[in-house]
């Protein structure tokens, strides 16, 4: 069984367009989160979000949302793609709201841009 | 402001030992964690150190100071497969995880 999932695993689009990558978590884990991990692999907080509270990294443009039909779904909506939005995004679960709470990751979206 | 720092790139030998550093600076201290990252895929926890001192796990173990701001990963009886790169992350003061860029460890026979 798959603990947390992402859809579609590669995603290939033209700037200006809109998409959706959706994940999922099967493990009863109160928090989800979205990293970007660029080109130099360096792994960077985008949102967490728990029932009670979603956190935003400032730096993270307002094109981005995070969209949560329930505790078990944190999908990722991103309006407007630029180039520079190509990366690979990992969702990711821990059990409750604490960062000190082992995540555990999706296989990743790798997004590219033309 | 918040730094992880950690080499870009180490190189070891199958069968050796290799220790992997980790320093940081952030604004509080609520524990640190290292993940594995194999190539194309999802980081997947290693450990998780809180209080000073060494945690042996199988062939890795974790080691922490917060005195010195100080973290190590050490890996033994190197295999293959243990070609990844590692990432240091700190829990801050406000319970947010910092993220290295993590080291690219390559394993040669």
């Known amino acids: 069984d798959t603990a947390v999932s992402q859809t579609p695993k590669y995603l290939v689009t033209q700037m200006g367009n809109d998409k959706s990558i959706k994940c999922e978590q099967n493990l009863g884990h109160d928090t989800m989160y979205w990293y970007k991990q660029d080109s130099k692999k360096f792994l960077k907080i985008m949102f967490s979000?728990?029932?009670?509270?979603?956190?935003i990294n400032e730096t993270v443009p307002n094109r981005f949302s995070p969209k949560s039909p329930d505790k078990a779904h944190l999908n990722l909506h991103i309006n407007s793609l630029e180039l520079g939005d190509s990366a690979v995004y990992f969702c990711?679960?821990?059990?409750?709201?604490?960062?000190?709470?082992?995540?555990?990751f999706g296989p990743g979206t790798r997004l590219t841009v033309l | 402001g918040q730094n992880i720092d950690q080499p870009t790139e180490m190189t070891a030998t199958e069968g050796a030992i290799v220790q992997i550093n980790c320093t940081y600076q952030?604004?509080?201290?609520?524990?640190l964690f290292w993940y594995q990252q194999h190539a194309g895929e999802a980081p997947t926890f290693l450990s998780y150190n809180v209080l000073d001192g060494l945690e042996e796990k199988g062939r890795f173990s974790s080691f922490l100071s917060r005195s010195k701001g100080y973290s190590y990963l050490l890996l033994k009886e190197l295999q293959m497969k243990d070609s990844a790169s590692y990432l240091c992350?700190?829990?801050?003061?406000?319970?947010?995880?910092?993220w290295g860029a993590g080291t690219k460890l390559i394993i040669k026979p």
């Open positions: 952030t604004s509080g201290f609520n524990g």
């Open positions: 990711a679960s821990s059990q409750g709201a604490d960062s000190y709470n082992e995540q555990f």
């Open positions: 979000y728990n029932n009670k509270e979603l956190i």
């Open positions: 992350a700190v829990v801050d003061s406000n319970y947010q995880l910092i």
